[in-house]
């Protein structure tokens, strides 16, 4: 699976259906409308598909370096994502 970095105002809440699922590709149109102002904080996301969210929300990019060290991720692994706003899953 491939992730990234996706801009999402404080406190964004993935959507979910009735049934309290994620909804895959669900961000895209609220994140679309938002004011582009209020994209302060950083979610990531897989990217295979329409996406989903893998992270919480941080506030700061410091804060999303830790948990992603947390998660076992190396450095030079975070340095690129956070660089690219991007990371491959595998490269044939």
């Known amino acids: 699976m491939g992730t990234q ?3 999402v105002p404080p406190g964004f809440r993935h959507p979910v259906d009735e049934d309290g699922e994620l909804m895959v590709g669900g961000h895209l149109e609220p994140l679309y409308y ?3 102002a209020s994209l302060t904080s950083y979610q990531v996301y897989e990217n ?3 996406g989903s969210p893998i992270s919480p929300v941080f506030d700061t ?3 999303l370096n ?3 060290k947390q998660e076992g991720w190396d450095q030079e692994t975070i340095d690129c994502l956070l660089n ?3 990371a ?3 490269i044939v």
């Open 5 to 7: 970095i996706v801009r």
């Open 66 to 68: 830790e948990w992603l």
């Open 48 to 50: 295979v598909s329409e």
């Open 34 to 36: 938002a004011d582009p």
């Open 88 to 90: 491959p899953s595998l």
């Open 84 to 86: 690219l706003g991007h």
């Open 61 to 63: 990019v410091d804060e």
